[in-house]
């Protein structure tokens, strides 16, 4: 199993960046798939999360009307638009289904002038 992160990197306060988490080893279709955060010397949090038929989403409210998270194939992903600094954290994929859980190795989002 394996999710692998992509499109981390720093962009001025307002910009944009989309995220992606390529997945593989399990059945993509069956899992719900989230997107996490955790900054310097805070807990990890949850972000985003949508549902295995892409029907349903949901966003924690410090993200909601800027961020977006969709799926593809074998690859879910996270658009993020008018980015803060306090957006800045290492994200994380997240894979939940058939009694299992699988974590990415998370990929840096710096927000700064």
């Known amino acids: 199993v394996q999710l692998v992160e992509s499109g981390g990197g720093l962009v001025q306060p307002g910009g944009s960046l989309r995220l992606s988490c390529s997945v593989s080893?399990?059945?993509?279709?069956?899992?719900?798939m989230s997107w996490y955060r955790q900054a310097p010397g805070k807990e990890r949090e949850f972000v985003a999360h949508?549902?295995?038929?892409?029907?349903s989403t949901n966003y924690a409210d410090s993200v909601k009307g800027r961020f977006t998270i969709s799926r593809d194939k074998n690859t879910v992903y996270l658009q993020m638009n008018s980015l803060k600094p306090d957006d800045t954290a290492v994200y994380y994929c997240?894979?939940?289904?058939?009694?299992?859980?699988?974590w990415g190795q998370g990929t840096q989002v710096s927000v700064s002038s």
């Open positions: 080893g399990f059945t993509f279709s069956r899992y719900f």
């Open positions: 997240y894979a939940r289904g058939d009694l299992r859980i699988y």
């Open positions: 949508i549902t295995g038929a892409g029907d």
